[in-house]
């Protein structure tokens, strides 16, 4: 149950999302071992971002999930996640930024794991 939250100064067609979800599905379940069908993700497009003094396309990715990843896992996922925008939005990887931020409180369903 991770959520993986993107912001970018791209601007993304509905078919982009869907292709970038599904391969973060894929990725989180390489990666933290988290199934695809708890995988949530959302997309703030067309953002204004200035990254070392530039407004050249760049992204801001948030993990949130519950539960802490090893680092290696961690390491696995940035890594992939870069080769991921950078295919799909033609964005560098050292203008990709990626932040894990777990916890042991999460809530589904009314209520928590």
């Known amino acids: 149950m991770p959520f993986i939250s993107t912001k970018t100064t791209e601007a993304l067609t509905a078919r982009q999302k869907d292709q970038l979800s599904a391969s973060l599905e894929q990725i989180a379940k390489r ?9 949530m993700t959302g997309y ?10 530039s407004s050249e396309g760049c992204a801001y990715v948030e993990v949130k999930l519950f539960g802490t990843p090893a680092p290696s896992a961690c390491d696995a996922m940035t890594g992939e996640v870069c080769q991921l925008f950078a295919k799909e939005l033609g964005l560098s990887p050292d203008r990709i930024y990626v932040a894990y931020y777990p916890t042991d409180q999460w809530g589904w369903n009314g209520g928590n794991f």
């Open 44 to 53: 703030e497009d067309g953002c204004s971002l200035h990254f070392r003094g």
């Open 31 to 39: 990666c933290l071992g988290k199934g695809e069908s708890w995988v």
